[in-house]
């Protein structure tokens, strides 16, 4: 396989972890796997910076650590072995959620200088991948999909949205172009597998 690192990912108890809390769960709205997010925004940020696995278990377990929800279902839960996450994972997660949470989509606007990322490397990468992914996906499966104004009003500000994220964080609408077309060359068939 060209990409070797998302054959072995499945392997990662991380990703198991993950895999296992999101089984068989699927977007309301685009009707695509939870996996999917986690697949493809893994493989963007070793296509933008290399082979990185903290980085990647990071990004992997984000949804963990972004839902109140899910965090306290993980700490709840007695099945699971919560050392086989590393500590700094855990950090990046924890940084991670404040610094996403802080700016969601149903948030007004912002202008990119006026949205707060925090003084963390390898948080700003993970918001790289998440936004370039979720972008993608909006577009793909969502963007002016129905023909009421209201709803195309709506796709306009999401886009504004990703927009702002992603000049905040530096990418470049080539860039962003560039990492969907790999992205869309992977052709993931099966995330639950």
């Known amino acids: 396989m060209k990409h070797d690192f998302i054959s072995q990912m499945p392997d990662k108890p991380f990703y198991k972890l993950i895999q296992q809390k999101y089984k068989g769960r699927v977007a309301q709205r685009s009707g695509v796997s939870y996996m999917n997010h986690i697949i493809e925004g893994a493989f963007i940020l070793h296509h ?4 990185d696995e903290e980085l990647i278990e990071a990004y992997c377990l984000h949804p963990i650590f972004q839902s109140d929800k899910l965090l306290s279902q993980l ?3 007695d099945s ?3 050392t086989i996450i590393s500590p700094r994972a855990i950090i990046l997660g924890m940084k991670y959620r404040r610094v996403a949470n802080s700016y969601t989509i149903k948030n007004k606007v912002k202008n990119p200088e006026d949205i707060e990322i925090g003084p963390l490397d390898k948080v700003h990468r993970m918001l790289v991948a998440d936004k370039i992914q979720n972008k993608k996906d909006f577009m793909k499966y ?10 195309q009003k709506v796709s306009e500000r999401s886009v504004q949205y990703f927009d702002s994220w992603l000049a905040r964080l530096s990418v470049s609408r080539e860039m962003y172009e560039e990492v969907v077309e790999q992205v869309e ?6 995330p639950e597998a």
């Open 48 to 51: 933008i910076y290399g082979t």
């Open 75 to 77: 700490f709840s839960d």
């Open 80 to 82: 699971f072995e919560l």
């Open 142 to 151: 969502m963007y002016l999909k129905h023909e009421r104004p209201a709803y």
């Open 185 to 190: 060359q992977i052709n993931i068939i099966n």
